[in-house]
C-alpha cells in the first residue's frame, strides 16, 4: 500500500518475560540472531512502511538500539510502560505525521511482509484490521471452579494475533478513551465503536512465551527464516 498513505509501525517489545527464565524473550537467539531482529528485518523489508517506532524495557534498551543501527527504514527506539497498553502508548507517542499505524509484538519473530501488506489492504475496509486464525481446539467456557458452562462452536472462533492496522485517528481515539486493562489494541477500538475486520493471518506466526516456543519457532524458521 502507498498512495502517499504515511505507515508506521510501533513494535512492542518491552515485556518482563517472566516465563523465559531470566531472559529477555526479544534478545534470545533464533537462527543465530535476536528474536526482534528477525522483527525488524520484516519491517525493513516491507515497502510499505516508513517509520520504525521499537518499544523496549530499560534493560535492553542499548541492545536494541544497536541492532536498530544500519535499517534502511527510519527507526526510533525508547522505553515502553508497566502494561502492554502503556507501552503502545507510549510508541504512538513517538508517531511523526502518518496516516495508518500498525501494531505488532516483539515477540512474534515469524511475521512476513506478505502478512504485512495484507493487513494494509484488509484495513482500508473498515480502517481497522487484525490477523487472526480459526480456532482448532474445541473450546470450553468455564467458571471459577473450572466447571464447564458453555462449549461454543468454532465456527465463529478466531484466535488473534499481530501485526494489527489501523487508521491513525481511530488508535489514538480508542486510546484516549481506554478504560481497565486490555491485552488487545483491537478491544479498545472495538470499545470506542468502531468496526475490526480480521483477516487470516499464519499458524506460523507464534508469540513467544517459553522457552518451548523457542523450540518450536526455530523447527517453523528453519523453512522460511534467515
Not at 43 to 68: E, H, Y
Not at 81 to 97: I, N, P
Request: glycine share 8%; with cysteine; aromatic share 4%.
Amino acid at each position: 500500500m502507498k498512495n502517499n498513505q504515511n505507515v508506521s509501525v510501533v513494535i512492542v517489545a518491552a515485556g518482563e518475560s517472566r516465563r523465559m527464565n531470566g531472559v529477555d524473550k526479544v534478545l534470545a537467539p533464533l537462527g543465530g540472531k535476536p528474536v526482534i531482529a528477525h522483527v525488524l528485518k520484516a519491517f525493513d523489508d516491507c515497502k510499505s512502511i516508513d517509520r520504525i517506532i521499537l518499544v523496549v524495557n530499560a534493560k535492553s534498551l542499548d541492545a536494541c538500539r544497536k541492532l536498530a543501527v544500519g535499517l534502511s527504514t527510519p527507526i526510533d527506539v525508547c522505553v515502553g510502560g508497566k502494561r502492554r497498553q502503556d507501552s503502545v502508548a507510549a510508541g504512538l507517542q513517538k508517531l511523526k505525521k502518518c496516516n495508518w499505524v500498525v501494531i505488532h509484538d516483539g515477540a512474534r519473530p515469524l511475521v512476513t511482509k506478505e502478512l504485512i501488506e495484507e493487513g494494509l489492504k484488509a484495513a482500508q475496509e473498515t480502517g481497522a484490521a487484525v490477523a487472526a486464525v480459526p480456532v482448532t481446539d474445541t473450546i470450553k467456557v468455564a467458571d471459577d471452579n473450572r466447571i464447564v458452562l458453555e462449549t461454543p462452536s468454532r465456527q465463529n472462533l478466531w484466535a488473534v494475533q499481530t501485526p494489527q492496522v489501523f487508521r491513525l485517528d481511530i488508535i489514538t481515539r480508542a486510546y484516549q478513551e481506554a478504560k481497565g486493562e486490555v491485552t488487545d489494541d483491537a478491544a479498545l477500538v472495538e470499545q470506542a465503536g468502531y468496526k475490526v475486520k480480521l483477516y487470516m493471518g499464519s499458524y506460523d506466526n507464534i508469540k513467544i512465551t517459553t522457552p518451548q516456543d523457542l523450540l518450536v519457532a526455530e523447527a517453523l524458521g528453519k523453512r522460511g527464516i534467515s
